[in-house]
């Protein structure tokens, strides 16, 4: 099974600040990565796939990026609604393997 | 609109099984596979299969194979998890997903709510 790593595993931010969060998978997945949000209490929300693709509704303040190995996902400027726990996933074959999650956290 | 919606909580005693269901609405059920997703409390997620609701074939991923059993009535735009032989370390919230069906093996752009399982003796 593929292995995916995200870093850092928590942060503190303040509204308005621009973060950024790593994930790295165990071999190639060329672009088959996906990024989801998961608020407290609620399920996970797909907002961004293929690595960089922006899912339909989601703000353009998340943006992602990279390919192979190494990924990337910047939210330009947190919003209250961003404090939340952020997975990486891959999709390039089965299992479709998740991180371990970052979890933002307000400064 | 989208909508995934599961099956309230539920408490089981070591040993037993149990039974989640994932009713769909908003688009052709058998047009788009639905995953089960695990989630421990306070931990991360895991992928536990899928099933195909236009055929009835089901994927286990092999920590689940042997103790799980995915379906899906396309007369009700329902899928079901049923799994069995529960043990403590299987408390957790389920979540079935729809399966976007074109970036690759398993994006979830809609989810169920959750169905938080507890078990207890």
């Known amino acids: 099974d593929i292995q995916m790593t995200q870093s850092p595993s928590s942060l503190s931010a303040s509204v308005g600040d621009r973060v950024t969060i790593t994930c790295r998978a165990s071999q190639s997945i060329a672009s088959y990565l996906n990024w989801y949000r998961q608020k407290p209490g609620k399920a996970p929300e797909l907002l961004i796939h293929t690595a960089s693709s922006l899912q339909s509704g989601v703000p353009s303040r998340f943006t992602g990026s990279g390919s192979g190995t190494d990924f990337t996902l910047t939210i330009s400027s947190l919003q209250p609604e961003d404090f939340a726990t952020y997975f990486c996933?891959?999709?390039?074959?089965?299992?479709?393997?998740f991180g371990p999650g970052t979890k933002v956290e307000i400064k | 609109q989208v909508h995934l919606v599961q099956s309230g909580a539920d408490v089981k005693k070591p040993g037993a099984s149990v039974k989640v269901s994932c009713k769909a609405s908003?688009?052709?059920?058998?047009?788009?596979?639905i995953h089960w997703v695990r989630q421990a409390p306070g931990q991360g997620l895991e992928w536990m299969g899928w099933?195909?609701?236009?055929?009835?074939?089901?994927n286990y991923s092999q920590k689940f194979q042997g103790r799980v059993t995915m379906t899906s009535d396309t007369s009700t735009s329902t899928a079901y998890m049923e799994l069995g032989r529960l043990g403590f370390d299987d408390t957790a919230i389920f979540y079935c997903?729809?399966?976007?069906?074109?970036?690759?093996?398993?994006?979830?752009?809609?989810w169920g709510q959750g169905t938080l399982i507890t078990v207890s003796s």
């Open positions: 908003g688009y052709t059920f058998a047009g788009y596979y």
């Open positions: 996933q891959h999709s390039y074959s089965l299992p479709g393997t």
């Open positions: 997903a729809r399966d976007s069906g074109i970036y690759g093996y398993g994006t979830f752009d809609y």
């Open positions: 099933i195909n609701p236009n055929t009835g074939d089901p």
